[in-house]
């Protein structure tokens, strides 16, 4: 299940292909359409992501899954998007933000909460995920955004790991089987059917494997680096 924790987008949250940006011309008064095929490219830092059950592996000692496997509620919070766009003069920010759920009735509680399963798509099969991420905006200084949200729905999330500096990190890349989509701003030409996200988790997978076999399990991850192709 450290493939529900990788979601999240993710997830949301939030490797990525560099997008081609299409341009989009600002109107009078330095209003910009974001929402007419406006694309960008971002990188993102911080955030967390918080299980409202723990999870981890069973150890003698050290963690017990929960007895009743009843779903999962997550949440992404305060990841920092720093962006261009051929339809904005200068980098502009956003902060991302959102909730996912997790089902499989078909899993009992030991798999279902289990950190161990680091690989793979989530949604695994006979469960479901969904939710959102959502972005607000702050245009660069003299120009203003039609539209100062984005809503990313995440659909599935593929759970990783990656390798910075010698060292293994377990990653999250939206989407996963199932494509999203994106309302509000910087939906691109297919309305955000093309966006994907990637990131790192900030500790590494050590670090993480040493939480998930304590008795109070991972309850929260912080994110490190990432990127983000809105498009």
Known sequence: MLR?????????????????????PASAGGTIDTTDGAT??????????????????????????????KGQKIAI???????????VSGTFTGVASGKLVSTNPTESAAVFYSAATILGNDPAAGGTLSGALKVKWSAPAGQKFS???????????????????GDTYGSFAIP???????????????SGASTTQFVPTGPDEAALTTEATSAAGISSIPLGSGTASLK
């Open 77 to 87: 919070a305060g990841v920092n998007l720093s962006c261009t766009s051929s339809a």
């Open 147 to 165: 539209d100062k949200k984005s809503t990313i729905t995440i659909n599935s999330v593929v759970g990783g790991t990656t390798t910075i500096s």
């Open 4 to 24: 529900k924790m990788l979601l999240v987008a993710g997830a949301a949250a939030l490797p990525l292909g560099i997008l081609a940006a299409t341009a989009v």
């Open 176 to 190: 996963g089987s199932t494509l999203g989509s994106t309302a509000g701003a910087f939906g691109g030409s297919d």
């Open 40 to 69: 960008a490219t971002c990188t993102s830092s911080g955030g967390t992501i918080t299980f409202k059950t723990p999870i981890g592996i069973a150890t003698a000692g050290g963690y017990v899954s929960p007895t009743k496997n």
